[in-house]
C-alpha cells in the first residue's frame, strides 16, 4: 500500500512542481523537464507496482454493466483528452473551444469512470488521488492565469481527426490494460 501511496503522491509533486514552485523549476531549465518526465514514469511505476497485488477492504467488484458504463465513460474521456491534444495556437474540435482543461477533464473522467466498477480501498487511494489532482492542477491553473482566450475551431476535418484520434488511444490503451491489468473488456 505504501508504495501506492508514494506514487501517487509523485504524480502529484512531479505535476504541480511547476506551478507552486515556480522559481526552482525555472532554475532547472530544460532539463527540468527531463526531471519531470523521470518522476513521472517512477510514479506510474510505483502505483502500478503498489496497487497489483493489493488485497484489502473491498465493497463493490466489477459487473458487466459497471464494466460497460466504465467503458463507455472511457470513450467519452478518450474523446474529451483528445480535444485539447492540438498545439497552442492551432484550431481544435468544438468541444476544445468550449472546455479550457480539456486534457484535465478528460483525465478526471478518466478517474472517475474508474471508481465506478472498482469498489476497493486501493482503488479509491488510486484513482480518486488522480481525480483530486486533475481537479487541482484545474483550480491551481485558472487562479494563477485566470484570463483564457478559446482556441479557433478547426472544422470538419478537426473534428473527424480528433475522433480518430480518440479511438486510436481508446484501442492502444484498452489493449495495454489487458496486457499489464485486468482485460477492460468483461
Do not use: C
Not at 29 to 51: C, E, F, N, Q, T
Request: charged share 15%.
Amino acid at each position: 500500500m505504501i508504495w501506492l501511496m508514494l506514487g501517487v503522491a509523485l504524480w502529484w509533486g512531479a505535476h504541480l512542481f511547476k506551478r507552486v514552485a515556480p522559481g526552482p523549476r525555472a532554475r532547472l531549465g530544460d532539463a527540468g523537464k527531463g526531471l519531470v518526465a523521470v518522476l513521472i514514469v517512477i510514479s506510474i511505476g510505483l502505483m502500478w507496482w503498489g496497487y497489483r497485488p493489493y488485497e484489502g477492504p473491498f465493497w463493490w467488484g466489477r459487473t458487466p454493466a459497471l464494466a460497460g458504463i466504465n467503458n463507455l465513460l472511457m470513450l467519452v474521456a478518450f474523446y474529451i483528452y483528445s480535444s485539447g491534444a492540438t498545439p497552442p495556437g492551432r484550431p481544435r474540435n468544438r468541444l476544445g473551444t468550449k472546455l479550457r482543461h480539456p486534457q484535465l477533464t478528460g483525465f478526471a473522467l478518466f478517474a472517475a469512470a474508474h471508481l465506478i466498477p472498482n469498489g476497493d480501498l486501493a482503488s479509491f487511494i488510486l484513482f480518486g488521488g488522480l481525480l483530486l489532482w486533475a481537479l487541482t492542477e484545474i483550480v491551481v491553473i485558472n487562479r494563477a492565469e485566470p484570463d483564457w482566450t478559446p482556441p479557433d475551431w478547426g472544422g470538419r476535418k478537426t473534428e473527424i481527426r480528433i475522433a480518430g484520434i480518440a479511438v486510436v488511444l481508446y484501442v492502444i490503451v484498452a489493449l495495454l490494460h489487458g496486457w499489464l491489468g485486468p482485460w477492460p473488456f468483461g
